[in-house]
């Protein structure tokens, strides 16, 4: 036969090339074993990488198409390929092939590999675009040539899908190296090099990112977008519409892709093609005779001949194993998509040539996604039909399932899209309205939310009495779920328990579901009253009637809180032991519905907390992102401002001052209204650039004062509630601050000082804290009474308050906690390993502090006093340099503004310096502090 020499050479790759350097270092390590397989769908660049990587490799080279689906002329190419690396190879094997007499296949490819095996250079045979051939007799006589191949040889397959060979043996002897689509998309850095470095098209990052996203990295996709983008004046415009349905791609797929296939799996993609996720018995129930699709086409799918209607999972399974642009989502393979630019083109395809169809189509996948309860899908699809009775029915239906599972934004999204007066008509959409209003926006304004109360109030006045019972119960239930909720002032425990109690009155005994969330409301009133056993117990009520009322949303936060309790108790194993328990639980829960659960995020942000503070830094950054991830969706912020503070403290533990300030951003954004919160988390900051020598104490601590005096009712915080735990970090940052600058000015300054230290305070509020059983804050505060002990020369009680915290400490894994004091708590361990206490825990400590810290001296480093002017020895405390600036400025006249603007400081700062300045002064006003200062000579 005559052989067509082209088929034999390698492609030309081009010019402009993107450097996958690592896909080329994968293909380099594969020729040690067997066979490299590069499966993908059209587009993905299989063709072009290879090439690229031959340049400096021997090799013999096939493109192959559908003609080739002969034995012999498949074989002859073959053959006639690599005699282009020796002309001696498979000469006796092809006068077989030409022979007229029968012969056996093995027989005769044994004459083949008996030439390839040889000691000499070993090569490469690529067998390129392999889905052309469907030939049975070639692909078990490929996987015969493939199982005896000599080590001199290495196969690579290119193909658009996996071929009948026996894959699944060569991968369990670790014969087979694979590259899948998910391998060669392009990266965002690969999109960046390609469509600005090599096709100058001058996009910016968000822009780069919009085309990435789309194409999912798919090279061709990328391609064709540079069509249209090199004649396009608004390229930020062009990019937000670009789809499946741009004329470019949508030929390329047509042609490609949808053309090649059977005309019932045509028919299957068109009609799933509205389908965001795709199982086998939803595209059954879409596509089964019982619809009269036309989908009956009988199509070969593996080895067997299968009708396409009613075998929707061996249809996916066949589709992505033939990577037509169909990828499992999971590894049970129960679910699937649709690469999205090709189903923005199937789509187009259906709404073109049915587009009766389409409304069917959208009401069959709304049944059946309500029918095995997924509501998010089912909503969609209803919203998608413009249908508002059937919105209406379905949120009255199962508006609860959703706020029980924490989608209270989706439940407001999809009221939002009724009228007004359809939900004040109806009061289980009234009172369910103010119930996601109230969880999805905890710290928002209360006039919406008593919008609806009212509105249900009014809807059942003329109502059955236990339908009004039960409605007016759900509003005493909201309005006492608002004096709880942190931001809101004047709550009172007492009157959030009456409250409580009066709704669970109301509300039939049955009616778990609501009753729990008074069971929690009344534990948020305990922990503000630090009555810890009370409030575990009803905890551990709500918690309960949640599982049994579907209440997954205050379940999951009943086993935080009880979480956040045993953390109160300094009993961090318990702690972390309830979330690992609650996260295994609700996960496998809402697996079995394949699909996530947003209160989940709570736990999640709770395990990192621990995590963090045992110093266990990978494991606490993996349970952060999830966990931010899942709360996002809640509405709920309390979990979120947990987040973004631990994720505050692991990025300065990861040496990221960026970071650490980007988390405290996040945190604006989700709580406007702790302004007095982020400037307490900005001051660890200044504590961990203190404590590397970045930061002068003294601007340190006036920046700790000033906040101090913004909340000075936060030492009569006794709470763990929430917005305490909050107020009480705040208050613990400003203490940390003192400590640390008052072991910088050392005993002689302390002693003028001690006025400002605090330690009695400090004490009582120990006492208190144990008599509470708020056995973690005892902790903390006891740390900070050891180093002021510390920095007044008083070590014996210094090491006395210091060495029991360390065996408590031990006990339970606490490590940052103390690791964060830097170099200021390095002495004390150095004291009681010497007195032989904790010897290998304050070694473990030690080495961390090492790890960390810029210096660690084996004694309290002393700072230089500030400097000051003539006439300022008789004051309490020399005025530092700054604080002169500042009563200079403050003489003239100027306001706190205007002064902070003068000296680059915020008002906040001048603030703290005033304090400090009239504490030293010992005057009362401005007035005052600028005659005493021109009486002393400080000011002329």
Known sequence: MTVLKTKLHIPKTGTRLVNRSQLLHRLGDSQAIRLTLISAPAGFGKTTLVASWLATQHCAWVSLDEDDNDYVRFWTYTTVALQTLDPEIGKTFLAALESPLPHRQEDALTLLLNDLDSPGERFVLVLDDLHTIVSREICESLSFFIEHLTPSIHIVIATRKDPALPLARLRTRGEMIEIRARDLRFSKDEAVDFLNNKNDLGLDSKQIGILTDKTEGWIAGLKLATLSLRIEQDKGAFLTRFAGTDRHVMDYLVEEVLDRQPVGIREFLTCTSLLDRLSGPLCDFLVGEDNSSGVTEIVRIGNQDLPVAGNGKAVLEYLESINLFAEALNHERRWFRYHRLFADMLLFKLKDAHPERLATLHRRACQWFEENGYLREALKHARALDDTELIVDLMEKHVFDLIYRSETRLALTYLGLLPDSVIRSNPKLAVSHAWALALAEPTGPREPVEIWLQATEEAVAEAEPTLRDQMLGHVESIRAFLIQSPGKEGREAAQLIALSERANSLL?????????????????????????????????????????????????????????????????????????????????????????????????????????????????????????????????????????????????????????????????????????????????????????????????????????????????????????????????????????????????????????????????????????????????????????????????????????????????????????????????????????????????????LRTESVQIPSTPIQAQTGSTKAGAGELIEPLSEREVEVLSLLAEGLSNRKIGGRLFISPYTVRAHLFNIYGKLDVHNRTEAATRARKLGILL
């Open 508 to 848: 039939p005994k049955e009616d778990k579901a609501i009753r729990c969330m008074n069971e929690l409301n009344i534990g948020y009133a305990r922990l503000e009253m630090a009555e810890l056993a009370e409030a575990k117990r009803a905890y551990r009520l709500a918690y309960e009637h949640g599982l049994q009322g579907g209440n997954h949303y205050v379940a999951v936060f009943a086993l935080h809180n009880q979480a956040i309790i045993a953390i109160a108790r300094a009993d961090l194993e318990a702690a972390l032991q309830l979330c690992r328990e609650g996260i295994d639980y609700f996960s496998g829960l809402f697996a079995q519905a394949d699909s996530d659960f947003p209160g989940l995020g709570c736990l999640y942000l709770m395990s990192a907390e621990i995590l963090f503070e045992r110093n266990n830094i990978n494991q606490a950054e993996d349970a952060l992102s999830r966990g931010i991830e899942l709360i996002q969706w809640t509405g709920e912020y309390e979990s979120q401002i947990l987040g973004y503070t631990v994720l505050t403290k692991l990025r300065l533990a990861q040496n990221d001052e960026t970071g650490a300030r980007d988390a405290i951003r996040g945190l604006e954004r989700i709580w406007p209204e702790g302004d007095w919160y982020r400037q307490a988390l900005s001051l660890e900051i200044d504590l961990w650039k203190n404590l590397r020598g970045d930061l002068d104490g003294e601007s340190m601590l006036s920046h700790a004062q000033a906040l101090h005096s913004e909340l000075g009712h936060v030492e009569r915080e006794i709470g763990i509630h929430p917005l305490g735990q909050a107020r009480y970090r705040a208050y613990l940052n400003c203490i940390q601050a003192e400590a640390v600058k008052a072991l910088e000015d050392g005993p002689e300054r302390f002693e003028k000082l001690k006025r400002r230290s605090h330690l009695k305070e400090i004490q009582e509020r120990i006492q208190r804290c144990r008599e509470l059983g708020l056995e973690q804050r005892a902790l903390q505060l006891s740390l900070q009474l050891s180093l002021l002990y510390l920095a007044a020369g008083q070590t014996e009680k210094a090491l006395g308050t210091f060495v029991p915290l360390l065996g408590q400490a031990e006990r339970q894994g606490y490590l940052r906690s103390i690791i964060v004091q830097g170099r200021c708590v390095a002495p004390l361990l150095e004291e009681s390993v010497k007195a032989g206490h904790s010897i290998k825990y304050a070694g473990v400590l030690r080495e961390l």
